[in-house]
């Protein structure tokens, strides 16, 4: 396999607990992966070990086959790999068009420009105009964040990630928070996102999940306990055990 | 597809007249208020004069505090550089061509900056307000104990500045060193409006909101830090070698943690994040400051002091800031 994203064997431990324990996870272009787990799985600190927040004690992390394991968050960045918020980061005294010309002047390079305004660089203005038309949030281009609503934020927030464009994405619990209305819109958007893009979607809300995930991963008590197609995930006893035993509707599926 | 780039480009061309139309109204005004200001008073340019040094000063400290959220009570670190710095290139190396001065100054200044903003940068929140306080108090007394360059005390004379462009002789009345420094003024507004608007100063805004979400774009939020400290050196360097140019003596005061504070103070009374704050907020504090101390010798201070606890309790956001969200509030209601 081409592996665009390639975790092996990775550890980490907090004061002799292994909240991370001997984790291998690869992905090809393409891959859509969903990653779940019971509360305190240890999804959070594998997404911190992945993106280069926190060093793991032992195991490595590659990119489209370079090693990256040594390498701060922002040069991972660089290298393709982007990930989007549990709550949402933005910058509230900033307009959508800010974030994305921000995040596609970033990924050129560009930020570092003194005399220049975006709004004068036309090739950056069309391009966030087209993203942020793509996710049905271009009337918004020039309202400040903090004035638009939850759902809508979500969506700059998928937009900010795909305006880096990146080879592997993490997007965590995309549509955490967001009234039923809006979530159609934003399962909308990342059904669309590009079909090369390899995507692991940590998530809650199995419904998505199964919508979206044509193979699963999960994590329990910092061990991936199961790895393999969403109709099999349901079945596998240990998973049921671990996790799905928790959810009503298992009981229904089983 | 070809009727969206049309218009497209047209919007473009329609901001930039709109951002240049803005940046005009700027400059005419500044330049109204200072022409005011020598019609209204002749014989108190000098005063004039250092309302301009310190507003350079304040537009400076503007930069790393309004902009980038940088808490610091040291900046006047940078402008003390730039006024020892063109003053004794002055008094010990003979370059008393203005132009000359006013270069070193400001490189003085941005090398202090970035000194200074390596050292505040390590640290966040109260720990860098510490840190920034340490850096005004050591630079204080070196300049103390370096007597034989800085004059130490007693302040750095024999600062004789030639005429600028050798025509215009810096004159008893200060008219040139007022004209020099409106014309100073001016120059670093028009610059730092370009700067405040463009792909870096957008970087250090969103620096300010929340530099995890600037690391996950993958931006370097340390190395653009420190180049708008330098940036801001560069600008209070100005100030300071203005200061040295109109007064020709340079005081151990430029350097002091009380200049410092007062910066910040006149910040916070115009307006923090905005140009124009800061502009309004170093006028209105130093030329209250010299109506009430005329008026009432013994109790300005306490005077000073109650206008300040009123802004802050009633207009937050500085007057500049206050009176910006008002006439915003007013244009929506009005929509």
Known sequence: ??????????????????????????????????????NGAGKTTFVNLVTGNLLPNSGSVALGGEDVTRLGPTERVRRGLVRSFQVTRLFSEMTPEEHVALAILQREGRTGRMFASHRAMPDVMDEVHALLARLGIAHL??????????????????????????RVLLLDEPAAGVPQSDTARIEQAIADLPADLAVLMIEHDMDLVFRFARRVVVLAAGEIIFDGSPDAVTKDARVRQAYLGSYAYARSVA | MALTMNTETLSTARDRRARLTRDAVGVLVILAVAVLGYLLFPNNLALLTRITAIALLVLSLDLVTGYCGVATLGHAALFGAGAYGAGIAAAHFGITDPIAMLAVGVVAGALAGLVSGAVVLRAHGLPQLVLSIAIIHLAHEAANKASGW???????????????????????????????????????????????????????????????RVRAMGASVHGTLIRMYAISGAVAGAGGALNALSTQVVGLDSLSFTLSAEALVMLVLGGTGSLYGALIGTLSFLWFED????????HWLTIVGALLIAVVLFAPKGLYGSLAALLERRGRTDR
């Open chain 1, 1 to 38: 396999m081409n592996a665009i994203f390639d975790v092996r064997n990775l550890k980490r431990t907090f004061g002799g607990l292994a909240v991370t324990n001997d984790v291998s996870l690869s992905m090809a272009p393409g891959d859509r992966v969903a990653l779940i787990g019971p």
């Open chain 1, 141 to 166: 281009a020039r309202h400040r964040v903090s004035e638009i609503a939850y759902g809508q934020q979500r969506l700059l927030e998928l937009a900010l990630a795909l305006a880096l464009k990146p």
């Open chain 2, 150 to 212: 800085t004059g130490g005390s007693d302040g750095l004379a024999g600062i004789m500045p030639d005429a600028v462009f050798g025509l215009y002789p810096f004159d008893l009345w200060g008219r040139t060193a007022y004209v020099f420094g409106i014309v100073l003024l001016i120059a670093a507004f028009v610059i730092l409006r370009q700067i405040v608007r463009s792909p870096f100063g957008m970087l250090c805004r969103g620096i300010k909101q929340d530099p995890l």
């Open chain 2, 291 to 298: 109506v009430v101390s005329a008026a009432n010798p013994f």
